[in-house]
């Protein structure tokens, strides 16, 4: 287990890096901005651009299964953490199965429902990329202190870590820290302008 949570923190934290510094050389330099619904075509000049024009095919093909596989499991985790809250909150009652899977499959059809209506109308995903990062920022937070939460209040004793764990740990929730409070800074002040200039506010 610790194996496979190291090597799939190395894969995506390398891949991510590899995508940022692509996009960086290639969209940046020729001054291309991903918005509206060019967005895909878009991103795949990073790839046409370094590889050729039949890399635009594997481009939307690669990004239609990580998308659909996205969706499919937010779509799987989001029903069940918004029926809990509202179990926590006494609107349903979480613990009868019956009562949960009705809101379950309430919510497997709102979520898509609201994606779909916010495609069609809003025609602006570069905001909305924007807005979900802001929100997983907020997220993140709340993962760092739950994971400090857990470490130092919850912790079962035969569980506790190493020293070196509790530094990276530390460690890791500071640059988390650091990153949300800078990423979280210019993307609120990125999502202020392309609403301005789409006429939203």
Not at 124 to 138: F, R
Not at 155 to 184: C, H, K, N, Q
């Amino acid at each position: 287990m610790y194996w496979d949570a190291i090597l799939a923190m190395v894969c995506y934290t390398v891949m991510t890096a590899m995508f940022y510094l692509l996009g960086a050389a290639i969209l940046h330099r020729n001054g291309v901005v991903p918005e509206s619904n060019e967005l895909i075509s878009t991103l795949a000049t990073m790839y046409t651009e370094t590889l050729g024009a039949w890399a635009k095919v594997g481009f939307v093909f690669g990004a239609v299964v990580v998308l659909y596989s996205t969706m499919f499991a937010a779509l799987a985790a989001w029903t069940r953490l918004y029926s809990d809250a509202l179990g926590q909150i006494g609107v349903i009652d979480y613990q009868n199965l019956k009562s949960r899977r009705i809101s379950i499959g309430i919510f497997a059809w709102v979520f898509p429902v609201a994606w779909t209506f916010l495609f069609l109308f809003f025609e602006k995903p570069g905001v909305l990329v924007i807005v979900g990062g802001v929100i997983t920022v907020v997220i993140l937070l709340i993962v760092v202190f739950a994971a400090l939460f857990f470490r130092y209040r919850r912790l079962d004793e035969r569980l506790r870590p190493t020293t070196i764990y509790d530094i990276a740990l530390w460690v890791s929730s500071l640059a988390i820290l650091a990153v949300a409070m800078f990423a979280g800074k210019d993307a609120i002040f990125k999502a202020i302008e392309m609403a301005r200039e789409s006429g939203w506010i």
